[in-house]
């Protein structure tokens, strides 16, 4: 096992009981008190996943997610004592993987966890068994399939896994249009628990890196990727 989980939580009864429940299970943790802290941590040794918790004194957790997310598609597990849907949705659409409400079963974080690095690890695997040697062009785009590289008018573009795969899936079946659940369980898997909303949130992210690429709105629908030379 020894994958290295990072925790954000300033309640140290709450952080160390969470630490050593993981531990038990094998895994190397990492505690951080505040987000500042933890960014120190992502910067030299990133974890494997990030357990955090949103009310942190200075940066909250909300803003540590985005930041997170940003760059990296790792695993976020968000444990709060905010029980409103929408904190819910707000975490997962900054970012989030699951969101586990306080008070919460030790055991039952665990089991997220050890499911969400199953999950990770299997859509991992699927990738590398498809991704033979070949690429996808369309138009100006060029996709890597076995380097994961996005190249636009000859111009590398740095994505995160989940815009990879949100991209090779529209790229791979051009004009196709695409209901938000689809994409959901194509990109997200089928025990993805959140709002269809993070469809959105990615394709945004999507069209700030690539502002030409021809992705189209199908209103009250989804999405469509569109190529012209079909």
Not at 17 to 41: D, H, M, N, P
Not at 85 to 97: C, F, R, S, T
Not at 133 to 160: A, C, K, M, P, Y
Not at 188 to 196: A, H, K, L, T
């Amino acid at each position: 096992m020894n994958q290295h989980i990072g925790i954000v939580e300033d309640d140290p009864n709450i952080g160390n009981i969470v630490s050593a429940y993981l531990k038990q299970e094998g895994f190397r943790v990492t505690l951080s008190e505040s987000a500042e802290k933890a960014w120190t941590l992502w910067e030299s040794t990133p974890p494997d996943m990030w357990i955090l918790d949103i009310m942190l004194p200075g940066m909250d957790g909300y803003e540590f997610c985005k930041k997170i997310r940003e760059q990296s598609d790792v695993p976020i597990i968000i444990i709060s004592a905010k029980d409103e849907e929408i904190d819910k949705i707000l975490g997962l659409e900054l970012g989030g993987d699951d969101y586990m409400t306080k008070p919460f079963s030790p055991r039952e974080l665990v089991a997220r966890v050890k499911r969400l690095f199953k999950r990770t690890l299997s859509t991992s695997s699927n990738h590398q068994e498809a991704d033979e040697q070949h690429q996808i062009r369309s138009g100006d785009l060029l996709i890597d399939l076995n380097e994961r590289l996005v190249f636009w008018n000859d111009r590398e573009i740095e994505l995160t896994t989940k815009e990879f795969d949100l991209l090779k899936l529209f790229a791979t079946h051009a004009n196709r249009a695409y209901s938000r659940e689809e994409l959901l369980y194509n990109v997200w898997g089928s025990d993805y628990f959140g709002s269809d909303r993070a469809v959105d949130d990615l394709v945004k992210r999507l069209r700030r890196k690539l502002p030409d690429m021809p992705l189209e709105t199908v209103w009250g629908y989804g999405y469509r990727f569109r190529n012209d030379e079909d």
